[in-house]
């Protein structure tokens, strides 16, 4: 997959997750339905790769169900729990760190493999 692909993605990814959430966006992991609309409009900035043939199906389709399940059970959260680190009332942008880190780290791992299988 070509450097300018993947960076769109991350792109279209910032976009998506910043510019196209808005506020009762923000409570997507109390409910599935909250979460659809914001994946929904989280996908948008994705489509003009997509409908240009310069990304397979697969791979948006990855994208978007890594983070409606990401977003959906807060699994930054967990993960921040799990593996102790720093407790958001001591590192309040923590959460946004660690979330953003996940998403961006799987459109990458999703983009080395589209890479090497198309």
Same mark, same amino acid.
């Given at each position: 997959?070509?450097?300018?692909?993947?960076? !769109?993605? %991350?792109? #279209?990814?910032? %976009?998506?997750?910043? +510019?196209?959430?808005?506020? #009762?966006?923000? &409570? @997507?992991?109390?409910?599935?339905?909250?979460?659809? @609309?914001?994946v929904v409009a989280y996908s948008l900035p994705f489509l003009?790769?997509?409908?240009? !043939?310069?990304? $397979?199906? /697969?791979? +948006? %389709?990855?994208?978007?169900?890594?983070?409606?399940?990401? *977003? &959906?059970?807060?699994?930054h959260l967990r993960w921040m729990k799990w593996y102790r680190?720093? $407790? $958001?009332?001591?590192?309040? %942008?923590? $959460?946004?760190?660690? *979330?953003?880190? /996940?998403? +961006?780290a799987c459109i990458g791992i999703f983009s080395w493999v589209? @890479?090497?299988?198309?």
């Open positions: 997959m070509d450097a300018s692909i993947v960076t !769109y993605l %991350v792109i #279209a990814h910032l %976009v998506g997750d910043f +510019i196209l959430q808005n506020e #009762a966006m923000q &409570r @997507k992991s109390s409910s599935s339905l909250v979460c659809t @609309k914001h003009p790769l997509w409908v240009a !043939y310069l990304v $397979p199906t /697969w791979l +948006i %389709v990855a994208i978007l169900v890594q983070h409606w399940c990401q *977003d &959906r059970w807060a699994l680190q720093t $407790p $958001p009332d001591r590192w309040p %942008v923590g $959460p946004l760190c660690v *979330d953003q880190a /996940w998403h +961006i589209a @890479k090497y299988i198309g």
